[in-house]
């Protein structure tokens, strides 16, 4: 059940807005991150881990929004 995910970001900007998120990512590789989830995972976890995954990204994109609107008003 491993998938991994390569990122446009650091892997490292992922993880930490997945943990601010209560979703566990590992590092692998400069652009990649792995999700592992149990065996026995449910529909119902894996609805849950992807929303999470989701609001993640998003934080990581009204992050990069936010610094490109900065960088345009200087």
Do not use: W
Not at 9 to 38: E, Y
Not at 46 to 69: H, M, N
């Amino acid at each position: 059940l491993m998938m991994g995910l390569r990122t446009h970001v650091a892997n490292t900007d992922l993880i930490a807005a997945a943990r601010g998120q209560h979703l566990i990512l590992i590092a692998a590789g400069d652009n990649v991150v792995r999700l592992l989830p149990p065996l026995i995972i449910t529909e119902a976890d894996v609805a849950e881990a992807f929303s999470r995954l989701d609001a993640a990204c998003g934080a990581i994109e009204a992050e990069l929004k936010g610094l490109t609107q900065r960088g345009a008003a200087e």
